[in-house]
């Protein structure tokens, strides 16, 4: 069986000081050198996502991970199949819809003044509010307020989903990793 890297890593990368580094649903959140860098990316999603429920779950994690996959299938078949079979003006609304939708995130992290920074200073944080989430529908995750430049914004860290087995750990980690930093949680 792989080894990887535990849930709270401290490593020191060429001299650079000590950084401490968490697994989250979409990548990665460090503490270094006065800064917390989030890193995001597609395939660390879905690597963290085989990690978590495959290669760390039981068995019903690893049922969950397969269905997940199955449903995955099936909808990307049948959605091919059918855009291919369709008339065109169901082409066309089906395209509007995915458009409106996209439109609509951006309109609300604009709106919301949500960022996709990759540095924050721990001194422009402001406060860290930590939201549960729903079981089933939404995931744990963290609301980071800050001020870049005296304008407020806020970053979102989403946290796996509760069926991997971890979430708890890696979240009481992080809550940790703020107040090390004097950053308390709400």
Known sequence: MKS???IRSTFNPG??????????????ITFSNGKVMMEESIGSYFT???RGLWEEGGVKEKLIFTFSIA???FSASFVASAFITAPL????????????AVLAVILYEYVN?????KFIDYSDIESVKFIEGIKLLTCPRFIIAYSD???????????PMHFVKTVEDDV??????????DIEIE
């Open 4 to 6: 990887f890297k535990p």
């Open 15 to 28: 001299g650079l000081g000590n950084m401490e580094e968490f697994r989250t649903k979409r990548g990665r």
């Open 48 to 50: 963290n996502m085989y």
């Open 71 to 73: 449903v995955l299938s």
């Open 89 to 100: 003006y169901l082409k066309m609304g089906a395209v509007s819809l995915i458009l409106a």
């Open 113 to 117: 003044n949500v960022e996709r920074e």
């Open 149 to 159: 430049n005296g304008e407020k914004k806020r970053r979102y860290v989403t946290m």
């Open 172 to 181: 009481e980690s992080i809550k940790e990793a703020f107040e090390e930093h």
